[in-house]
């Protein structure tokens, strides 16, 4: 019982060493949001948020569907 214990103890701190070796040598956080990411960019992949401000903004270009009184 001791033996699997201290072996599962062992292998939770090899991975958690292993987990933060890039944090430990660049320092800081690597940053896993979709803005942060330069290839979505690119291909014009955005955020929930951004994507729904960019649909609620009104579109200069669109033409009115609502026919007008007295005009065929």
């Known amino acids: 019982m001791e033996k699997i214990f ?7 701190a ?3 060493v292993m987990l933060s070796v890039g944090i430990l040598f660049r320092g800081r956080f690597s940053n896993s949001h979709v803005s942060g990411n330069r290839h979505l960019r690119q291909k ?3 955020c929930a948020r ?3 401000r960019e649909a609620r903004t009104p579109n200069p270009h669109a033409v009115s569907e609502r026919a007008q009184h007295g005009t065929r």
Do not use: K, N
């Open 6 to 12: 201290l072996l599962t103890l062992l292998v939770l």
């Open 14 to 16: 090899v991975a958690v």
């Open 50 to 52: 951004q994507q729904d």
């Open 44 to 46: 014009g992949i955005h």
